[in-house]
């Protein structure tokens, strides 16, 4: 299938595409050309503008898209919102766009989708990237899941997220604040729901049984977990970034995009 071309940018030599999912209707920002392409990935009630510095910024091919049910990108009629099925979306991106070996870089839970589509799919990818995204997450108190469970019930979700989400905002800049409340606020409650508990359940020491290549994490400083890749896998290299939000991308872009650029050097070209 050929992708539907929307609207395009000549300055950022990027264009928005349509192109069809597995649930339905996904919107991509495609940018550059040649070198080896990256694939981004956004965040649970992100979407596809978080990742403007870093396209604006490569040379090579970049891709970045809404996840079924966040952004424009269409819902899931079947309401199939986990990290496994948001992993068939990258799966459709990059069939679609002829994209047979790739880079992979995911946020938050961007990275467990990324981590899904690792197992599955190991043999297209040519590096991963985990951007303050954690591995297998310790089972949570029975009374830390009651508590869970209550501040999602319909009249409670709105406050419960906009705690959630206030010191993972610490050191946010103003933009980066705004944009990912509004972002929030416009991601319907069962999508978010379904990502949550998808980062509850997961399982990262497949990954690194299916995918061997090479991996690198990116991680703020203020908001390392114990189950954070570089402590569960000793070894695995990993760039800490001081001062910024959990959107490290958006809050320091340009030291973002060199450790990108460092990390993406490391590996052979086309």
């Known amino acids: 299938m050929s992708p539907e071309v929307v609207s395009s940018s000549p300055a950022m030599a990027s264009t928005t595409r349509i192109i069809q999912g597995p649930a339905g209707r996904l919107v991509v920002t495609d940018s550059g050309e040649g070198g080896l392409p990256v694939i981004f990935v956004n965040s649970n009630a992100g979407r596809r503008e978080q990742w403007a510095a870093q396209q604006a910024h490569l040379k090579q091919r970049s891709v970045s898209f809404d996840l079924r049910g966040m952004g424009e990108s269409d819902p899931d009629s079947q309401d199939r919102y986990g990290a ?17 070996r790739f880079v992979l870089v995911g946020h938050s839970f961007g990275g467990i989708v990324v981590g899904e589509y690792a197992i599955r799919w190991p043999e297209r990818l040519a590096g991963l990237v985990f951007v303050d995204s954690s591995g297998t997450m310790p089972p949570l108190p029975p009374e830390q899941v009651a508590w869970f469970r209550d501040g999602m019930r319909p009249e409670k979700y709105r406050d419960f997220m906009d705690t959630w989400f206030a010191p993972i905002l610490q050191n946010a800049k103003p933009y980066t604040r705004e944009a990912v409340m509004s972002w929030l606020h416009a991601t319907p409650r069962e999508v978010v729901l379904s990502a949550l508990q ?11 049984e299916r995918y061997k290549g090479p991996v690198h994490t990116l991680v703020a400083e203020a908001f390392i977990q114990p189950n954070a890749y570089h402590l569960l896998y000793p070894g695995t290299p990993h760039t800490v970034f001081t001062g910024v939000s959990h959107w490290l991308m958006m809050d320091k872009p340009e030291e973002f995009n060199a450790a990108l650029d460092a990390f993406l ?6």
Do not use: C, H, R, W
Not at 84 to 100: F, I, P, R, S
Not at 265 to 270: E, H, I, N
């Open 265 to 270: 050097a490391t590996l052979p070209q086309p």
């Open 198 to 208: 998808s980062i509850l359940t997961y399982d990262s020491d497949p990954v690194f």
């Open 84 to 100: 496994k099925d948001m992993a068939e979306d990258v799966n459709a991106v990059a069939d679609t766009l002829g994209l047979k």
